[in-house]
Protein backbone atom coordinates (compact mmCIF):
# COMPACT_ATOMS: atom_id res chain seq x y z
CA UNK A 1 0.00 0.00 0.00
CA UNK A 2 1.40 3.34 -0.81
CA UNK A 3 2.49 5.14 2.32
CA UNK A 4 1.53 8.96 3.23
CA UNK A 5 3.70 11.31 4.09
CA UNK A 6 2.83 14.63 6.65
CA UNK A 7 4.47 18.01 6.85
CA UNK A 8 4.10 20.21 9.63
CA UNK A 9 3.78 24.12 8.72
CA UNK A 10 5.51 26.29 11.70
CA UNK A 11 3.44 29.70 12.29
CA UNK A 12 2.53 31.77 14.65
CA UNK A 13 0.12 29.47 15.84
CA UNK A 14 2.71 26.63 16.43
CA UNK A 15 4.16 28.09 19.86
CA UNK A 16 0.83 26.70 20.99
CA UNK A 17 0.54 23.33 19.57
CA UNK A 18 2.69 21.59 21.62
CA UNK A 19 1.44 21.35 25.59
CA UNK A 20 5.15 22.42 27.91
CA UNK A 21 6.55 24.58 25.85
CA UNK A 22 7.53 28.22 26.66
CA UNK A 23 5.70 30.84 24.07
CA UNK A 24 8.61 33.52 25.18
CA UNK A 25 9.88 34.98 21.75
CA UNK A 26 13.20 33.73 21.31
CA UNK A 27 13.23 31.03 23.75
CA UNK A 28 14.86 28.22 21.32
CA UNK A 29 13.38 25.08 23.77
CA UNK A 30 9.78 26.28 22.50
CA UNK A 31 10.73 24.83 19.00
CA UNK A 32 13.59 22.36 20.08
CA UNK A 33 10.20 20.46 21.88
CA UNK A 34 8.30 21.17 18.84
CA UNK A 35 10.74 19.14 16.59
CA UNK A 36 11.57 16.22 19.24
CA UNK A 37 7.92 16.08 19.21
CA UNK A 38 7.01 15.86 15.54
CA UNK A 39 9.86 13.70 14.84
CA UNK A 40 8.79 11.34 17.21
CA UNK A 41 5.78 11.18 16.07
CA UNK A 42 7.03 10.37 12.63
CA UNK A 43 5.89 13.62 10.83
CA UNK A 44 8.47 13.64 7.64
CA UNK A 45 8.95 17.33 7.86
CA UNK A 46 8.67 21.17 9.84
CA UNK A 47 8.03 23.79 6.76
CA UNK A 48 8.66 27.24 8.06
CA UNK A 49 5.98 29.81 7.01
CA UNK A 50 7.63 33.19 7.04
CA UNK A 51 5.16 35.75 6.33
CA UNK A 52 6.00 38.13 8.96
CA UNK A 53 6.86 41.99 8.41
CA UNK A 54 7.35 44.93 10.34
CA UNK A 55 3.56 45.84 10.69
CA UNK A 56 2.98 42.67 12.52
CA UNK A 57 5.39 43.70 14.74
CA UNK A 58 3.64 47.88 15.02
CA UNK A 59 0.25 46.19 15.39
CA UNK A 60 0.36 43.52 18.01
CA UNK A 61 -0.31 40.78 16.00
CA UNK A 62 0.94 37.51 16.56
CA UNK A 63 4.45 36.07 14.88
CA UNK A 64 7.11 33.62 14.65
CA UNK A 65 10.12 34.98 16.52
CA UNK A 66 12.90 33.24 14.61
CA UNK A 67 14.64 33.78 11.30
CA UNK A 68 15.12 30.65 9.49
CA UNK A 69 18.12 29.66 8.39
CA UNK A 70 19.69 30.32 12.00
CA UNK A 71 16.74 28.45 13.71
CA UNK A 72 16.72 25.54 10.90
CA UNK A 73 20.38 25.33 11.48
CA UNK A 74 19.95 24.82 15.59
CA UNK A 75 17.12 22.25 15.19
CA UNK A 76 19.47 20.36 12.84
CA UNK A 77 22.37 20.04 14.95
CA UNK A 78 19.59 18.63 17.79
CA UNK A 79 17.79 16.27 15.42
CA UNK A 80 18.37 13.30 13.54
CA UNK A 81 15.55 12.47 11.51
CA UNK A 82 12.63 15.03 10.68
CA UNK A 83 13.39 17.45 7.43
CA UNK A 84 13.82 21.05 7.76
CA UNK A 85 12.36 23.24 4.94
CA UNK A 86 13.20 27.33 5.44
CA UNK A 87 11.32 29.78 3.70
CA UNK A 88 12.74 32.34 2.11
CA UNK A 89 11.48 34.31 -0.88
CA UNK A 90 13.63 35.33 -4.49
CA UNK A 91 12.20 38.48 -4.19
CA UNK A 92 13.70 39.79 -0.80
CA UNK A 93 17.48 37.64 -1.08
CA UNK A 94 20.21 36.86 -4.01
CA UNK A 95 20.60 33.33 -5.20
CA UNK A 96 24.40 32.83 -3.90
CA UNK A 97 23.20 33.70 -0.18
CA UNK A 98 20.15 31.01 -0.57
CA UNK A 99 22.62 28.59 -2.56
CA UNK A 100 25.28 28.63 0.32
CA UNK A 101 22.69 28.66 3.37
CA UNK A 102 20.92 25.78 2.75
CA UNK A 103 23.89 23.48 1.20
CA UNK A 104 25.10 24.54 4.58
CA UNK A 105 22.08 23.36 6.79
CA UNK A 106 21.99 20.21 4.09
CA UNK A 107 25.79 19.33 5.23
CA UNK A 108 24.71 20.07 9.16
CA UNK A 109 21.31 18.13 8.84
CA UNK A 110 22.99 14.87 6.42
CA UNK A 111 20.94 15.34 4.00
CA UNK A 112 17.63 16.91 5.94
CA UNK A 113 17.20 20.59 4.06
CA UNK A 114 14.49 21.84 1.82
CA UNK A 115 13.83 25.20 0.68
CA UNK A 116 10.13 26.30 1.02
CA UNK A 117 9.29 29.02 -1.60
CA UNK A 118 7.26 31.65 -0.61
CA UNK A 119 6.24 34.81 -2.35
CA UNK A 120 6.46 38.73 -0.55
CA UNK A 121 4.33 41.16 -0.27
CA UNK A 122 5.57 44.90 -1.83
CA UNK A 123 5.76 45.71 2.26
CA UNK A 124 7.88 42.82 3.15
CA UNK A 125 10.44 43.53 0.00
CA UNK A 126 10.56 47.48 1.27
CA UNK A 127 11.70 46.10 4.87
CA UNK A 128 14.51 44.30 2.51
CA UNK A 129 15.87 47.36 1.06
CA UNK A 130 14.59 46.49 -2.38
CA UNK A 131 12.91 49.75 -4.02
CA UNK A 132 13.64 48.32 -7.36
CA UNK A 133 10.90 45.72 -7.61
CA UNK A 134 10.37 44.49 -11.60
CA UNK A 135 6.62 44.79 -13.27
CA UNK A 136 4.26 42.54 -12.02
CA UNK A 137 4.41 40.55 -15.25
CA UNK A 138 7.90 40.25 -14.78
CA UNK A 139 7.41 38.84 -11.07
CA UNK A 140 7.48 34.98 -12.22
CA UNK A 141 10.27 35.68 -14.46
CA UNK A 142 12.61 36.56 -12.20
CA UNK A 143 12.06 34.19 -9.65
CA UNK A 144 12.45 31.36 -12.05
CA UNK A 145 15.33 32.39 -12.70
CA UNK A 146 16.52 33.16 -9.07
CA UNK A 147 15.87 29.16 -8.95
CA UNK A 148 17.83 28.31 -11.93
CA UNK A 149 21.12 30.19 -11.14
CA UNK A 150 20.63 28.57 -7.30
CA UNK A 151 20.48 24.99 -8.86
CA UNK A 152 23.16 25.97 -11.02
CA UNK A 153 25.41 26.89 -8.10
CA UNK A 154 24.43 23.57 -5.88
CA UNK A 155 25.42 21.70 -9.32
CA UNK A 156 28.78 23.51 -9.72
CA UNK A 157 31.16 21.32 -7.67
CA UNK A 158 31.94 17.70 -9.49
CA UNK A 159 30.65 14.39 -7.64
CA UNK A 160 34.32 13.40 -6.63
CA UNK A 161 35.64 17.18 -5.79
CA UNK A 162 36.32 16.50 -2.14
CA UNK A 163 39.42 13.74 -2.03
CA UNK A 164 40.39 11.86 1.50
CA UNK A 165 43.77 10.86 1.07
CA UNK A 166 45.55 7.65 3.06
CA UNK A 167 46.29 9.60 6.12
CA UNK A 168 42.50 10.94 6.24
CA UNK A 169 42.98 14.34 5.73
CA UNK A 170 40.61 15.99 2.86
CA UNK A 171 41.46 17.78 0.27
CA UNK A 172 39.40 19.31 -2.40
CA UNK A 173 39.99 18.21 -6.17
CA UNK A 174 38.91 21.52 -7.78
CA UNK A 175 39.41 20.59 -11.54
CA UNK A 176 35.43 20.00 -12.19
CA UNK A 177 34.19 22.97 -9.65
CA UNK A 178 34.00 25.96 -12.64
CA UNK A 179 32.49 28.92 -12.71
CA UNK A 180 28.89 28.67 -13.70
CA UNK A 181 29.46 32.37 -15.33
CA UNK A 182 25.41 33.29 -15.13
CA UNK A 183 24.68 36.33 -16.67
CA UNK A 184 20.71 36.61 -17.02
CA UNK A 185 18.28 39.34 -17.57
CA UNK A 186 18.08 39.90 -13.93
CA UNK A 187 21.05 38.21 -12.03
CA UNK A 188 24.59 37.81 -12.72
CA UNK A 189 26.98 35.27 -10.71
CA UNK A 190 30.03 33.81 -11.67
CA UNK A 191 30.21 30.88 -8.83
CA UNK A 192 31.15 28.33 -8.25
CA UNK A 193 29.71 27.58 -4.67
CA UNK A 194 31.94 28.09 -1.66
CA UNK A 195 30.39 25.61 0.21
CA UNK A 196 30.38 21.54 -1.20
CA UNK A 197 27.60 20.15 -3.06
CA UNK A 198 24.69 19.51 -0.61
CA UNK A 199 24.34 15.56 0.70
CA UNK A 200 21.02 15.35 -1.39
CA UNK A 201 22.29 16.97 -4.41
CA UNK A 202 19.50 19.21 -3.96
CA UNK A 203 17.71 20.28 -1.25
CA UNK A 204 13.97 19.45 -1.45
CA UNK A 205 11.97 21.93 -2.95
CA UNK A 206 8.14 23.40 -1.30
CA UNK A 207 6.43 25.22 -3.20
CA UNK A 208 3.26 26.65 -1.73
CA UNK A 209 0.67 27.53 -4.52
CA UNK A 210 -1.52 30.16 -4.15
CA UNK A 211 -1.97 31.61 -8.08
CA UNK A 212 -1.75 30.25 -11.50
CA UNK A 213 1.89 31.81 -11.49
CA UNK A 214 2.51 29.82 -8.01
CA UNK A 215 1.04 26.43 -10.06
CA UNK A 216 3.51 26.98 -13.33
CA UNK A 217 6.58 27.40 -11.06
CA UNK A 218 5.72 24.45 -8.61
CA UNK A 219 5.37 22.48 -11.87
CA UNK A 220 8.74 23.74 -13.51
CA UNK A 221 10.78 23.71 -9.63
CA UNK A 222 8.95 21.53 -7.02
CA UNK A 223 9.96 18.74 -5.29
CA UNK A 224 6.66 19.28 -2.84
CA UNK A 225 3.87 21.21 -3.99
CA UNK A 226 1.39 23.07 -0.94
CA UNK A 227 -1.45 23.05 -2.00
CA UNK A 228 -4.66 25.14 -0.11
CA UNK A 229 -7.06 23.23 1.69
CA UNK A 230 -9.64 21.85 -0.78
CA UNK A 231 -12.48 19.13 -1.36
CA UNK A 232 -11.80 15.91 -3.01
CA UNK A 233 -13.02 17.02 -5.79
CA UNK A 234 -11.47 20.04 -6.21
CA UNK A 235 -7.95 18.86 -5.15
CA UNK A 236 -8.55 16.10 -7.99
CA UNK A 237 -8.55 19.14 -10.83
CA UNK A 238 -5.45 20.60 -9.22
CA UNK A 239 -3.50 17.16 -9.20
CA UNK A 240 -4.98 16.42 -13.03
CA UNK A 241 -4.19 20.31 -13.62
CA UNK A 242 -0.24 20.12 -12.17
CA UNK A 243 0.61 16.63 -14.71
CA UNK A 244 -0.56 18.18 -17.11
CA UNK A 245 2.02 21.26 -16.39
CA UNK A 246 4.58 19.44 -14.92
CA UNK A 247 4.88 16.99 -18.54
CA UNK A 248 5.13 21.00 -20.31
CA UNK A 249 8.05 21.07 -18.29
CA UNK A 250 9.35 17.73 -19.15
CA UNK A 251 8.74 16.61 -15.77
CA UNK A 252 6.92 13.16 -14.23
CA UNK A 253 4.24 13.12 -11.73
CA UNK A 254 5.93 10.46 -9.64
CA UNK A 255 8.85 13.33 -9.28
CA UNK A 256 6.93 15.35 -6.83
CA UNK A 257 4.57 14.86 -4.03
CA UNK A 258 1.61 16.89 -3.96
CA UNK A 259 0.28 17.84 -0.20
CA UNK A 260 -2.34 19.42 0.82
CA UNK A 261 -2.93 21.39 3.57
CA UNK A 262 -5.26 19.30 5.87
CA UNK A 263 -7.46 21.72 7.18
CA UNK A 264 -9.43 22.25 10.67
CA UNK A 265 -9.29 18.79 12.72
CA UNK A 266 -9.39 20.53 16.10
CA UNK A 267 -13.57 19.65 16.46
CA UNK A 268 -13.03 16.56 14.56
CA UNK A 269 -12.42 12.89 16.41
CA UNK A 270 -9.52 10.72 15.49
CA UNK A 271 -11.68 8.31 14.06
CA UNK A 272 -13.63 10.97 11.80
CA UNK A 273 -9.81 12.26 10.72
CA UNK A 274 -8.97 8.97 9.58
CA UNK A 275 -11.87 8.15 8.13
CA UNK A 276 -11.28 11.53 5.72
CA UNK A 277 -8.01 11.02 5.18
CA UNK A 278 -8.43 7.04 3.77
CA UNK A 279 -11.12 8.16 1.82
CA UNK A 280 -8.41 11.03 -0.03
CA UNK A 281 -5.99 7.94 0.18
CA UNK A 282 -8.09 5.53 -1.68
CA UNK A 283 -8.30 8.32 -4.47
CA UNK A 284 -4.94 7.87 -5.10
CA UNK A 285 -4.76 11.16 -6.49
CA UNK A 286 -2.22 13.05 -3.35
CA UNK A 287 1.06 12.00 -1.62
CA UNK A 288 0.27 12.96 2.37
CA UNK A 289 -0.75 16.68 3.36
CA UNK A 290 0.69 19.28 5.22
CA UNK A 291 -0.97 20.10 9.15
CA UNK A 292 -1.18 23.84 10.53
CA UNK A 293 -2.59 25.04 13.60
CA UNK A 294 -2.29 23.75 17.42
CA UNK A 295 -3.20 20.25 16.86
CA UNK A 296 -0.45 18.65 16.70
CA UNK A 297 -0.43 16.61 20.08
CA UNK A 298 -3.51 15.20 19.25
CA UNK A 299 -2.76 14.40 15.68
CA UNK A 300 0.45 12.95 16.36
CA UNK A 301 -0.99 10.73 19.67
CA UNK A 302 -4.75 9.69 18.11
CA UNK A 303 -4.49 10.04 14.39
CA UNK A 304 -1.24 8.40 12.97
CA UNK A 305 -1.67 5.46 15.15
CA UNK A 306 -4.67 4.66 13.32
CA UNK A 307 -2.79 5.85 10.11
CA UNK A 308 -0.45 3.25 10.84
CA UNK A 309 -2.54 0.48 12.14
CA UNK A 310 -4.53 0.66 8.51
CA UNK A 311 -0.96 0.13 6.77
CA UNK A 312 -0.47 4.16 5.58
CA UNK A 313 2.03 4.70 7.64
CA UNK A 314 5.65 2.86 8.22
CA UNK A 315 5.73 1.21 11.60
CA UNK A 316 9.66 3.11 12.07
CA UNK A 317 11.55 5.65 10.05
CA UNK A 318 15.48 5.29 10.59
CA UNK A 319 17.51 7.77 9.45
CA UNK A 320 17.37 9.38 6.04
CA UNK A 321 17.86 11.81 3.99
CA UNK A 322 14.69 14.20 3.44
CA UNK A 323 14.38 13.20 -0.33
CA UNK A 324 14.82 8.92 0.50
CA UNK A 325 12.42 9.77 2.99
CA UNK A 326 10.08 11.28 0.63
CA UNK A 327 10.63 8.52 -1.81
CA UNK A 328 12.12 11.36 -3.99
CA UNK A 329 15.46 10.48 -6.29
CA UNK A 330 18.83 11.59 -4.91
CA UNK A 331 20.31 14.14 -6.70
CA UNK A 332 23.86 14.04 -6.23
CA UNK A 333 25.24 12.39 -9.48
CA UNK A 334 23.01 14.24 -11.63
Known sequence: MKQLHFNYILGPESLAAVDGVSARPGALQTLLTLAKRAESGGIDALVFRDA????????????????????????????????????????????????????????????RAGWHITPSADQQQEQYGDLSRPPVEAVAARDAEFLEVVHQLWDSWSPDAIVIRSDGRVKVNGEGNGPIDHRGHYFSVKGPLDVPRPPQGRPV????????????????????????????????KFADEMSLRLKSHARDRADVR?????????????????????QWHGAGIIDGFSLAGTCLNGFIDEVMPLLRQAGMLPEKTGPSTLRERLGLKNLYME
Open 52 to 111: NNAGLVREGCAFLPYEPFTAFAALAAATDRIGLAAAVSPRTSQPYNVARRLATIDHISRG
Open 258 to 278: IMPVLGSTNTCTAEAVTERIT
Open 205 to 236: LFHSVVTEDDMDMAARFADVVIAEAMDLEATA
